[in-house]
């Protein structure tokens, strides 16, 4: 599938068998399905989405056992910034990725971390076409990650930007691809961005 003009995400048809730790710390074995993220005239990224023997699931840029030469913010992503994937509860067959998103910092070879945003500085970081083709897609919605009165509603229309929040990303338990698209425009694109490997995000 294609992300951007220049960018595209293909799922590889190969397994890898996976051993180490959990989001939560456990020590498993697991499977990783491989996906590549492909952009002309640079190293392939390879994504692992691995399930693990204990039931949990998450997303990774895969390192290799050599990095490919490339600009330092970029070659550090690799095996950092995981996105766990969980089951909603009395979610209805749905399950939920936490939309937190990589921000690259001036003058450092390694990118924070943002997990409160209000829905335009989300929408700002990731791209807002990004967004909505993900909300698109069917049974996939963008919501608060808790449920709170005092929280607002995510509209891509109208993105707010008064109150920060962290978002989350909800998906039907057999979609496999919309968390593999949701991990590279929140964590890996945000840092092509910084390296100019991509260009900026379009303003809204």
Not at 38 to 54: A, C, E, F, I, S
Not at 145 to 156: G, H, N
Not at 179 to 185: E, K, L, R, S
Request: glycine residues 6%; positive net charge.
């Amino acid at each position: 599938m294609r992300l951007t003009d220049q960018l595209t995400l293909r799922r590889s048809g190969t397994r890898a068998t996976r051993h180490g730790a959990t989001c939560s710390g456990s020590t498993e074995n697991g499977t990783a399905v491989e996906w590549r993220l492909v952009l002309p005239g640079r190293p392939q990224l390879t994504l692992h989405d691995t399930r693990w023997d204990n039931g949990e699931r998450d997303l990774v840029l895969h390192q290799p056992s050599v990095v490919p030469e490339m600009p330092a913010l970029l070659a550090n992503l690799h095996g950092r910034r995981r996105a766990g994937i969980e089951a909603v509860p009395a979610g209805r067959g749905r399950l939920r990725l936490m939309a937190w998103t990589v921000i690259p910092r001036t003058g450092s070879d390694r990118a924070g971390f943002k997990k409160s945003l209000t829905t335009a500085q989300l929408a700002t970081q990731c791209g807002l076409s990004l967004l909505r083709t993900l909300t698109s897609r069917p049974g996939v919605t963008l919501e608060p990650a808790f449920d709170r009165e005092d929280l607002p509603l995510v509209d891509l229309e109208h993105p707010q930007d008064v109150k920060p929040l962290q978002h989350a990303l909800y998906f039907p338990v057999d979609d496999d691809e919309t968390p593999v698209m949701a991990y590279a425009i929140t964590r890996v694109m945000p840092t092509l961005r910084a390296v100019d490997w991509l260009p900026p995000s379009p303003a809204f």
